[in-house]
Every structure is written in structure tokens, then in C-alpha cells.
């Protein structure tokens, strides 16, 4: 629990893009392939529900990943707020959209170098 404080800290102080604590996380299979797809969303990037979908293999699925997305049990650390609509709107996140806001503008304007992950 403390290394989870410590990295959350670390991150809104723009000292981390990624977290390194075990994640557990409980729900159905397709709610965690979904979650599974979020950890691998770069920091600082966005994705569409609909992009999203289509990486599921599930291009027709677009608001059941939306509604999986939504039950997210780890928001900001499995970064659901990295979804954004298919025409670059903000929509959909359980804390609000002023959160999910800041937490694109957190991400965006941070300077760290650490952007690696190995992708979709």
C-alpha cells in the first residue's frame, strides 16, 4: 500500500509516467482485457473508445468497452482517463470530466523522457 502513495505522489508531482505496484483487479474477462489494453496506452497519449474497440477485436463494441472502461476499479493507474471520443471529445470518466481534464493536462505538459512501452 505505501509503494502505491508513493507512486501516485510521484506521479502528480511528474516524477513517474508508469507504476510498477502489483495490480490486482477483479472483474469479467472482457472487462479485463479492456484494462489490460489501458495499461499499454502511452503517457501523455490518447486513444478512441472506437480505436480501442478495434484493438479488442471488437470494432462493433465501441460502448462495451465504453462501459468497461467506466467500471475501471483502478483509475489513473490503469489510465482509463487516455480515452477520449472518436472525434477528440473528452467523455466518459467516473470522476468527471474536469478530472480526466486535468489528468490529460498533467500528462501533456509533463517533460519527462520516459514515454517507452511496447506498444499495442
Known amino acids: 500500500m505505501i ?9 502528480f508531482s511528474k ?32 486513444i478512441s ?27 489513473i493507474v490503469v489510465p482509463c482517463h487516455r480515452v477520449i471520443g472518436n472525434d477528440g471529445s473528452l467523455t466518459g470518466y467516473a470522476g468527471g470530466i474536469q478530472i480526466k481534464k486535468r489528468l490529460l493536462e498533467l500528462e501533456k505538459n509533463c517533460e519527462t523522457g520516459n514515454l517507452f512501452f511496447d506498444g499495442f
Not at 509503494?3 to 506521479?11: F, K
Not at 509516467?17 to 472487462?31: A, E, I, P, R, V
Open 3 to 11: 509503494q502505491c502513495v508513493n507512486e501516485l505522489d510521484e506521479y
Open 15 to 46: 516524477k513517474r509516467t508508469t507504476f510498477t505496484f502489483m495490480l490486482k483487479m477483479h472483474g469479467t474477462s472482457f472487462q479485463q482485457k479492456v484494462w489490460n489494453k489501458l495499461l499499454k496506452i502511452l503517457y501523455g497519449k490518447t
Open 49 to 75: 473508445y472506437k480505436t480501442l474497440a478495434e484493438r479488442l477485436g471488437s470494432p462493433a463494441l465501441t460502448r462495451t468497452v465504453g462501459s468497461a472502461n467506466g467500471k475501471n476499479p483502478l483509475a
